[in-house]
């Protein structure tokens, strides 16, 4: 879904804004690369993930230009945490799609880590049109929540979870849980 909507988006800035259109379609063929090179891998560090994700989200600031604003705030003692391969993605995808997309004003998506005990917590929230204000149409915003938690229980069973809800300032927010785990470095 995500390659198609760029896909269109570069041949749409390709009449209008050709530099735009060239950094675009460079940072996809990046995205695309790092995807192909995990295939097959379950659980990177986050490090990796988030690295994953900044260009992800630099193809979406050339799509939103200044209606969409990325925050950071991950603890640097979570960056060596195991994370399923792409989990981020999908969830920071809907944050932008059924959140931000929707509203004509600028809207910001945060994405925060940290260390918790012997756990690994990952929230992602959006200051958009909440959960009453997503709309169905153009893909269901529960798929790929759906999808997450169930790769997250295959990889950790009961000891994770994942929750979607309604931010009480606007917005929505995804809590993931998981296990602190880190690679194997022997």
Same mark, same amino acid.
């Given at each position: 879904? $995500?390659? $198609?909507n @760029?896909?269109? =988006?570069? +041949? @749409?800035?390709?009449?209008? !804004?050709? !530099?735009? =259109?060239?950094?675009? &379609? ?10 192909l090179? @995990? @295939? ?5 560090? &986050?490090?990796?993930?988030? /690295?994953? &994700? ?10 939103? +230009?200044?209606?969409? +604003?990325?925050? $950071? ?11 399923? %391969? ?6 920071? /995808? %809907? ?9 004509? =004003? ?6 925060? =880590? ?10 992602? +929230? !959006? !200051? ?18 759906? %999808? ?11 000891e994770? $979870? ?6 009480? /300032?606007?917005?929505?927010q ?9 690679? %194997?470095?022997?």
């Amino acid at each position: 879904h $995500f390659l $198609f909507n @760029t896909l269109n =988006a570069i +041949s @749409t800035l390709m009449h209008r !804004d050709v !530099d735009a =259109a060239e950094r675009m &379609l460079t940072l996809l063929s990046d995205l695309l690369r790092l995807s192909l090179e @995990t @295939t097959g891998v379950q659980e990177v560090p &986050l490090r990796q993930e988030l /690295e994953f &994700l900044h260009r992800y989200l630099e193809i979406e600031q050339i799509r939103f +230009s200044d209606r969409l +604003s990325v925050r $950071f705030d991950v603890d640097r003692s979570a960056l060596e945490a195991l994370v399923p %391969n792409m989990i981020l993605q999908p969830i920071v /995808e %809907n944050a932008i799609k059924h959140g931000v997309a929707p509203r004509s =004003a600028p809207g910001c998506v945060t994405i925060a =880590a940290s260390r918790v005990d012997e756990a690994l917590t990952v929230r992602v +929230s !959006d !200051d958009g049109v909440g959960l009453r204000g997503r709309r169905s149409g153009g893909g269901d915003w529960r798929g790929g929540l759906e %999808n997450a938690r169930r790769r997250l229980e295959q990889l950790y069973g009961g000891e994770q $979870f994942l929750e979607l809800r309604e931010r009480p /300032e606007g917005g929505v927010q995804v809590d993931m849980k998981i296990p602190f785990r880190q690679p %194997n470095l022997a």
